[in-house]
């Protein structure tokens, strides 16, 4: 059975840097698209950044494209999110998350995800 546990979250300033993590088990990772999502209080969650599985491509919203990077590693069955010139528009629950055989029009969507991580607050704030 498949599980995601992210970790790095935390407290920081407008313009800081964060490094999300995302340890994934339990599956053949590499197989897997690995996405962030993530959700402020009283707003519906939301799409951040996708890599699909099998050496497909990473994408991105639009609200942290350029200052957002994805990255994946299938030797450690890991995902990581760094979060760099961060806005207090970015705090909210970052949650990874895994599905099987995504296709590429539904991978900001939700319900397109099997597995779902607890969740690691980032707060922005001066």
Do not use: H
């Amino acid at each position: 059975q498949v599980q995601l546990v992210e970790s790095g979250g935390g407290l920081v300033q407008p313009g800081a840097s964060l490094l999300l993590s995302c340890a994934f088990s339990g599956g053949t990772f590499r197989r897997y698209t690995m996405g962030w999502f993530r959700q402020a209080p009283g707003k519906d969650r939301e799409f951040v950044a996708v890599t699909r599985g099998n050496g497909g491509a990473t994408l991105y919203a639009d609200s942290v494209k350029g200052r957002f990077t994805l990255s994946r590693d299938n030797t450690k069955s890991t995902v990581t999110l760094q979060m760099n010139s961060l806005k207090i528009e970015d705090t909210a629950v970052y949650y990874c998350a895994a599905g099987d055989r995504i296709i590429l029009s539904s991978v900001s969507r939700r319900d397109a995800y099997d597995v779902w991580g607890q969740g690691t607050q980032v707060t922005v704030s001066a």
